[in-house]
């Protein structure tokens, strides 16, 4: 079945509909690229038609996008010179989108051009705004569901089906940035109201079928083909387009620090675009677009953010064999900030909900998180009063354990004491079906120590949310020992249904998240103890792609949940316990009440109502600063080694069962440089024979904690990379 079809009215309007057989939303192909233009060249070369109009056979959508893995194809498949076989293809597109946006025009005159319209009948994302974008007209249904952008920069990319060429000239550099630097996506009416698309109606295909019937060849120029034509807001040369692009660099190494390459082709490809003709600017923009694909760091973002995220969202390691599990009613134990916003996102899922906590004002308060969430968005106007009070209707708070009775899940988000937890586990244990799924949402306790409180331990399981619940995008399940398929089916199939990120592991002390971010965060700390300047620390960290240093995490996450992290792993461990001293640094604040920025006291000093005025220097006077102060990239050596080393130690263990979990949760669980792809994606940019190298560097120089895993050490050894190695099991996951 072909991806794009065509029918001719007997008005003379041909309706090219784009309708991905086996796909909920369109995405683009190979194949579908051939036949849109083959439809194109005869529709243009057909007497009888007078106009086309490109629609979607999809409900409510245009199109997703380009299928991403067809670029590795291009590239994998090319030989000696991939560079060159993926520049042909981009312009093999770029002359299909021209073919259409001059429709058979005379070259001179610009007359004789028959109208193509589109017609959105709802999202239209990268490709499917790049193709609309070629076309004379467009128009989209009024669909307040609809998002209207470009967002491949979030995955590494920029637009390189003309978007970004089209777009700069049509709005101008500064008010396309949003769109291209930020990946904004849009309601309809936003996107017209900001020039994007032309119409906003509620039958866009009837719309756009009489717009084709009445146009005038004047209708069919693009400002950028009639004469005299000058770019909204200035050019380059142009004393405020030259402003608005050392702005625009200001601003993106602002944001970025430099660590990702994609802004900077971007960039590159408008600036350098806008001094020349639209032809040429294709041409550059299909330069820049090669360039970032054969950026290590593009093609490991696309793998990570895109195929490999895709991929663990749509059940990639859900257990075969297992009926659906979708959660019909869920109890939440404990009503503080994880518990409300764990009720928040599942009631946002249409899921029954009943919040648990000691008394009526504690249930009350946490449900009352989910109801200030909602005012917010009715004062942003995204959400209405129906859908409050039914969002709020979802939620049942009181401190009443007998009406979890009919729940087929139980998430506990206690304190986070074992003999708290248990006494939860027996009590709700009594009340809830047989087969119900009981899960803990520990971030640190062992799932199989939780779960010898329980009477059904293979339907006891992890699941560990991040805060805020509501706007982090990962869950990290945990397999306990005697943890069954259908409590693992359970969490994932309920992590689905809120629409966030699964990753599963299998139980071992701090899992796999915060078994890599803690010693990230301690050697931060052991710099500070060396006397290595705060603000290099921080800053090396965030010249990595990391969100924040590890420093000021510290004040984020309040520095005595670290002492209190620190003491209960070294009771757990006894004398295995690696003595640190970081543990020092860390106890001396809290001693002294720093506890971070809830005391507005910590690493930093802070004004009264919270925000950092600068690092605290009162620290040097215990950690004195070394004269010679360690290299950038010494620093942030230490810093990424530190995380990697335990990625790999988990892959190695068994936590991890999945290299792709391990990449993807890094980025979503704790920011890991998105740039890189994830610690193993990074590993193998970086090569393991160098990794191994460093490794030893390190370890003299700093301790053990830096050994080499064998297992690097051996693919070292071999010339292998990890998705080479573990590809195969990926692709069989």
């Given at each position: ?12 309007v ?16 190979f ?11 005869e ?18 959508s245009f ?19 991939p ?6 293809f981009?312009?093999?597109?770029h ?5 259409i ?8 005159t610009?007359?004789?051009?028959k109208?193509i319209a589109?017609?959105?009948p709802?999202?239209?994302?990268g490709i ?28 590494g ?7 970004t ?35 906003v109606v509620?039958?866009p295909?009837?719309?756009?079928r009489e717009w ?11 400002p ?6 000058k ?5 380059p ?5 030259f ?8 601003m ?12 900077k082709?971007?960039l590159?490809a ?12 294709l041409?550059?923009e ?15 973002m ?6 490999n ?19 019909k009613?869920?109890?939440v ?19 029954e909900?009943?919040l ?46 007998e009406r979890?009775?009919g ?13 708290v ?8 244990e ?8 009981f ?11 939780l779960?010898?409180?329980s ?16 706007k ?24 689905r ?15 796999y ?7 990230y ?11 290595v ?12 792609g ?8 510290n004040d ?9 992290i ?31 920025r ?18 605290w ?17 010494e620093v ?25 979990e ?23 940019i ?9 490794c ?16 690097l ?8 990379t990890?998705?080479?190695?573990f590809?195969?099991?990926?692709k069989a996951?």
């Amino acid at each position: 079945m072909a991806d794009f079809t065509m029918t001719k009215g007997d008005d003379g309007v041909a309706i090219i509909t784009w309708d991905v057989p086996g796909k909920s939303m369109n995405v683009m192909r190979f194949d579908g690229m051939r036949e849109l233009n083959a439809l194109i060249d005869e529709a243009l070369a057909d007497d009888s038609v007078k106009g086309i109009v490109i629609t979607s056979g999809k409900e409510g959508s245009f199109a997703g996008g380009m299928d991403l893995t067809q670029l590795a194809v291009i590239r994998d498949q090319a030989g000696d010179d991939p560079a060159a076989a993926l520049f042909d293809f981009t312009m093999q597109g770029h002359q299909m989108l021209r073919k259409i946006e001059l429709a058979g025009m005379d070259p001179k005159t610009k007359k004789g051009g028959k109208p193509i319209a589109a017609a959105l009948p709802g999202t239209a994302a990268g490709i499917g705004l790049e193709l609309p974008l070629a076309c004379h007209r467009i128009f989209a249904a009024n669909n307040p569901k609809a998002r209207i952008g470009l967002p491949e920069i979030l995955v590494g990319l920029f637009p390189g089906g003309g978007g970004t060429t089209r777009l700069v000239r049509k709005l101008g550099a500064m008010a396309a940035a949003p769109l291209l630097l930020e990946g904004k996506m849009m309601t309809p009416e936003k996107a017209k109201a900001a020039g994007v698309i032309d119409e906003v109606v509620d039958d866009p295909v009837a719309a756009a079928r009489e717009w084709v019937l009445n146009a005038k060849d004047s209708d069919l120029v693009k400002p950028w083909d009639a004469k005299g034509y000058k770019m909204p807001g200035g050019a380059p040369y142009h004393p405020a387009g030259f402003m608005t692009f050392v702005g625009a660099n200001v601003m993106v190494n602002g944001k970025t620090k430099g660590a990702y390459p994609a802004p900077k082709a971007l960039l590159s490809a408008v600036y350098e675009g806008a001094l020349v003709d639209f032809d040429t600017a294709l041409r550059i923009e299909a330069r820049w677009f090669t360039n970032l694909l054969m950026n290590p760091s593009s093609s490991a973002m696309v793998r990570s953010l895109f195929v490999n995220k895709e991929a663990l969202e749509k059940g990639a390691v859900r257990p075969a064999g297992i009926p659906d599990q979708r959660v019909k009613k869920l109890g939440v134990l404990g009503a503080g900030m994880m518990g409300a916003g764990i009720a928040l996102v599942s009631a946002q899922a249409g899921i029954e909900v009943v919040l648990i906590d000691r008394d009526q004002q504690s249930a009350d308060r946490g449900k009352a998180y989910t109801e200030a969430y909602l005012d917010k968005g009715m004062k942003r106007g995204k959400v209405t009063a129906e859908k409050k009070e039914a969002m709020l209707n979802l939620i049942t708070a009181t401190p009443d354990l007998e009406r979890l009775e009919g729940c087929d899940l139980i998430i506990e988000a206690v304190f986070e004491d074992p003999a708290v937890k248990a006494d939860m586990t027996r009590k709700v244990e009594a009340i809830i079906p047989e087969d119900c799924i009981f899960a803990s949402n520990t971030s640190t306790l062992p799932i199989t120590e939780l779960a010898k409180a329980s009477k059904r331990p293979d339907q006891f399981i992890g699941i560990h949310f991040f805060s805020p619940v509501e706007k982090m995008a990962l869950v990290e399940i945990i397999k306990g020992r005697e943890t069954g398929d259908r409590a693992v089916a359970k969490a994932l199939d309920y992590v689905r249904q809120i629409r966030k990120t699964p990753i599963v592991v299998n139980d071992a002390r701090f899992f796999y998240a915060n078994r890599c971010i803690i010693p990230y965060i301690n050697e931060g700390l052991r710099m500070v103890t060396e006397g290595v300047k705060m603000p290099l620390i921080d800053h090396a960290a965030e010249q990595l792609g990391f969100p924040v240093g590890p420093i000021q995490l510290n004040d984020e996450t309040s520095i005595d949940l670290g002492a209190k992290i620190a003491r209960a792993t070294k009771a757990a461990m006894g004398d295995a316990y690696p003595e640190s001293p970081a543990d020092d640094l860390i106890f001396w604040m809290e001693e002294i009440g720093r506890l971070g920025r809830k005391a507005k006291a910590g690493f930093f000093e802070y004004d009264e109502k919270g925000k950092r005025l600068g690092y605290w220097h009162g620290i040097e006077e215990k950690y004195p600063l070394a004269a010679e102060q360690p290299s950038l990239r010494e620093v942030q050596d230490r810093l990424m080694f530190a995380q990697v080393l335990e990625a790999v130690r988990a892959l190695e263990e068994g936590v991890l069962m999945d290299i792709r979990e391990g990449d993807v949760g890094a980025i979503l669980g704790w920011g890991f440089a998105p740039w890189s792809g994830g610690p193993f994606s990074w590993l193998d940019i970086v090569g393991a024979a160098y990794a191994a190298e460093r490794c030893d560097q390190l370890e003299a120089k700093y301790g053990e904690r830096f050994k080499c895993p064998a297992l690097l050490r051996e693919m070292a050894e071999k010339g292998q990379t990890f998705y080479g190695r573990f590809g195969e099991q990926a692709k069989a996951a």
